[in-house]
């Protein structure tokens, strides 16, 4: 009767919130702390160049000499692709110095910013990073 259609309601209005919110997220930059930029040297140990976005892990020394497995999330493949960046661009055994927005729950990695190649060429993401190749390329 009436209430079972009002319990309906309630869960697909419920539902819709849910799933909308979960889509909402996958774009958000909550997940980073935007005020500020870690800067870490390591070694490429992965490169992911997929969709929805493209991952570099990089192995870091820690003060004990053990290595700790930093990811780098950039943008997606083709937004990538048309700012002059290829999957070849980074070899596992690559030294690197990345800049990034960190999580902001303290994780090791964060969102692309810049990165300094081995042969000291700077690639940068959009934005304000852009001075920065700017200033050292």
């Keep these: 009767g009436e209430k079972m259609k009002k319990i309906t309601a309630l869960f697909a209005a419920a539902l819709l919130f849910i799933t909308a919110g979960a889509a909402l997220g996958h774009h958000s930059f909550a997940m980073f702390d935007q005020t ?7 070694i490429v140990a992965e490169v992911q160049w997929t969709n929805p976005h493209v991952w570099i892990m990089v192995d ?5 000499g053990t290595d700790i497995s930093w990811g780098v999330e950039f943008t997606s493949k083709v937004h990538l692709t048309r700012r002059g960046f290829s999957p070849d661009l980074f070899s596992i055994g690559d030294e690197v110095t990345f800049s990034v927005s960190p999580y902001a ?11 300094q190649m081995a042969n000291g060429t700077y690639y940068c993401d959009v934005g304000a990073a852009q001075r920065v190749c700017q200033d050292r390329n």
Aim: hydrophobic letters at 30%.
């Design 36 to 42: 500020t930029k870690v800067e870490f040297t390591g």
């Design 60 to 64: 870091v020394p820690s003060d004990d």
């Design 105 to 115: 729950d303290g994780s090791p990695g964060g969102r692309f910013f810049w990165v």
